[in-house]
């Protein structure tokens, strides 16, 4: 049997191709949208190798919006599965007194990511089929001093994600949100996070091809990780800002 | 970060980075004192440097297969786990494999790592085509059997540079599953008798009840084994001879306290195996995960000895003393009572490779929870393994002397040589180097 393809978005993030083996070893071919494409190279082969499905590799940058119907003009076509795993984390401390810095974060978190799944949507629509999958962050669910440039991105994408589930639900399109706390990849290389609060990419990955096969709305990978964020959310402001979190 | 073995005896904050390439590689190696880690599974500190430990999970990608001759060419970071799931549903098993597939292809080249089929088909080593290893300059050279660099990175726990890629050669089976044959021995001599009369079964291994005493001591169950071909299949099973009913993953979630692990529950273990294997008798199918792993069956196994952990203890003896020699470790071991929870025993074949751990004759494996009496049971072992002429597994080592290793290993003077003369002696160290003065 031969399955619609999975267009990843971010396809060198450990996350997302964690997420890339999790659906190819369940029949989809893959299609890695990436910046400087081409040096996936051997992740290509590794995916192909491992689970005998065809994998292609595609220039993208979330940020140039402008280029968006074009790449997608480019694709083999219109993916059954499209996954969100872009996102950049920044430098908190130092992006509150650089704006350029702050926006390029906001603008990678929020704006290129809806941007091009609100494009994709429309096709999705269109055709009255297909998934939705956007990768945001517990980080999006109440603001933090540490990391609130990051967070309120994050926050916009949920909400961004939430809204397009309502509009197509009943247009045979399936948006499914993941929220992971900690995840041990790249991005939070050499931060000491705390191991039962941390997932491993596969983790996702596993994560996501269950709440597809299950048409999730929301999924938090770590089950854990809805109590906790439930009990940070039900802290009233007034103690929330006192607090160093 | 805090690393240690997976006996848990060797807790160690250690500095671990993982680098995505090798211009990141490099400039660590550049910083001297590095010890490549894999997934962890050797029992005590050979995968820890307090300055400089590299998790080579950056290092996990399938490079080539090549299904007809079926070399695999994959990055050392790559599990044999990974190994089976991608390619025994094509036909191809590793040709060598530990007692836990959780273990790296890098892991398995360093501690040139051995099966039940070592008396026939020898170590891991012999079963890779090269391998890629990053030397102390930073530089990849590809190395192969035959090549001095080969042979003294087989066996020597990553103190030759970093392993980068592998080329190993897989086995064609027909199918997922071991025609298994149980043999009951009643006694060392027996089950020695039992092992050399069967030195043309593909995989064997004993499991000894290491509490049987006086004329029972060494009492026994081998086991033999056979890959299945497709006809020895039952009907129904030939439409999936890959898939094996997958036995049910069992999770220790707790750590057991030490009190849990006295000689009664470790006898009490022994009698339940002994009669489970009585009452299997005779030739069975059995899937290739119970067969080869039936620990990784149980996850955090490791946890059952509770928080002070436990320690391996493996020797290999010579074939012409071995009878002797393992009757006097026995017999040490049982009137201790503190019984081994596995006790393994194995005949091992001739063996290539200038510091790999198996020689020509016997291998007893067992480990023991830390308590007090340990260490002085350890170290009476010990006497009777270096006055035999045998050696330790370094894979399995957490706690060897550096004389007891000075006796027992007449090549360390020459891999030391080899070390200086090739510079590898900044570049590359464990904790384990360290107290064994490699
Ligand atoms: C349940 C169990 C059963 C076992 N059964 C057997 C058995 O039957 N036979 C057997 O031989 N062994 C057995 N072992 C031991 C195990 O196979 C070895 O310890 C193996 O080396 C572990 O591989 P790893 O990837 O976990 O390596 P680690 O434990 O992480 O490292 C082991 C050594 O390999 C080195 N190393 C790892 N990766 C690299 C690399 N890329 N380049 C250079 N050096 C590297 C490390 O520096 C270290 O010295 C068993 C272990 C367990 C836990
Ligand atoms: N790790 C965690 O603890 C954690 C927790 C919650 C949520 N998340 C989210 O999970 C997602 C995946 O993150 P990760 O942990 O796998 O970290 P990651 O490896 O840093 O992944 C982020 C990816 O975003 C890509 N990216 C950044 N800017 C881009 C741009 N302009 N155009 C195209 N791609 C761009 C990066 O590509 P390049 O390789 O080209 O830089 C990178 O592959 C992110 O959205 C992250 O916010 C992570």
Known sequence: MTKGAVLILGGRSDIGLATAHALAGAGHPVWLAARNAAGLEPERTDLALRHGVEVSLHEFDVLDTAAMPGFLDTLPGLPAVVVSVVGLLGDQAKDEHDPAAAITVMRTNYEGPATILGLIAYRMEARGSGAIVGVSSVAGLRGRATNYIYGSAKAGFTAYLSGLRNRLAKRGVHVLTVLPGFVDTRMTAGMDLPKKLTAAPTEVGAAVRRALEGQRDVVYVKPVWRLVMAVIRAIPEGVFKKLRL | ?438
């Open chain 2, 1 to 438: 970060m805090i690393l240690s073995g997976w006996g848990r005896t060797t807790a160690q904050d250690c500095r671990v980075s993982r680098p995505r390439s090798e211009a990141e590689l490099a400039a660590r190696v550049a910083e001297g004192g590095l010890i490549a880690r894999g997934a962890g599974r050797a029992y005590g500190d050979a995968a820890q440097s307090a300055a400089n430990t590299v998790d080579m999970g950056g290092f996990r990608r399938m490079i080539a297969f090549d299904d007809a001759t079926g070399q695999l060419v994959a990055e050392a970071g790559v599990t044999l786990d990974e190994v089976i799931a991608t390619f025994l549903p094509r036909g191809w098993f590793p040709a060598v494999t530990p007692g836990t597939r959780f273990v790296t292809l890098g892991g398995a080249v360093a501690a040139d790592v051995h099966g039940k089929n070592h008396h026939r088909d020898g170590s891991f080593g012999a079963t890779v085509d090269w391998i890629d290893l990053m030397g102390p300059d930073g530089r990849v050279r590809r190395v192969a059997p035959g090549d001095p660099l080969f042979g003294w990175t087989v066996g020597v726990m990553g103190l030759t540079g970093v392993i980068l890629r592998v080329a190993l050669r897989l086995k064609a089976v027909e199918t997922g599953y071991i025609r298994q044959r149980t043999l009951p021995a009643p006694h060392l001599a027996a089950a020695m008798a039992t092992f050399e009369a069967n030195a043309d079964a593909t995989y064997s291994v004993a499991w000894i009840d290491c509490l049987a005493r006086g004329p029972s001591l060494g009492r026994s169950l081998v086991l033999l084994g056979e890959h299945a071909a497709l006809a020895d299949l039952p009907e129904d099973a030939r439409a999936r001879p890959f898939h094996p009913p997958a036995p049910k993953r069992r999770l220790v979630p707790f750590e057991a306290p030490g009190f849990l692990l006295n000689g009664l529950t470790v006898r009490a273990f022994n009698e339940v195996y002994w009669r489970a294997g009585l009452a299997g008798l005779g030739e069975r199918l059995v899937g290739w995960a119970p067969y080869f792993y039936p620990l990784d069956a149980v996850e955090g196994w490791n946890r059952i000895y509770g928080r002070r952990g436990f320690v391996q203890f493996q020797c290999a003896l010579p074939l012409a003393v071995a009878a002797g020699a393992l009757e006097a470790l026995l017999r040490e071991i049982s009137a201790a009572g503190q019984g081994s929870f596995l006790a393994v025993l194995k005949r091992f074949g001739p063996q290539a490779g200038a510091f790999s751990f198996p020689m020509e004759g016997y291998t007893l494996a067992l480990d023991f929870p830390l308590h007090a009496g340990t260490a002085a049971l350890l170290d009476r072992l010990d006497r009777i393994v270096v006055t035999a002429g045998g050696r330790f597994y370094l894979a399995k080592d957490a706690r060897m002397s550096r004389a007891v290793f000075e006796a027992a290993e007449p090549r360390a003077a020459a891999f030391r040589g080899f070390r200086t003369a090739e510079g590898l002696a900044g570049a590359f160290g464990s904790t384990q180097s360290e107290r064994l003065g490699l």
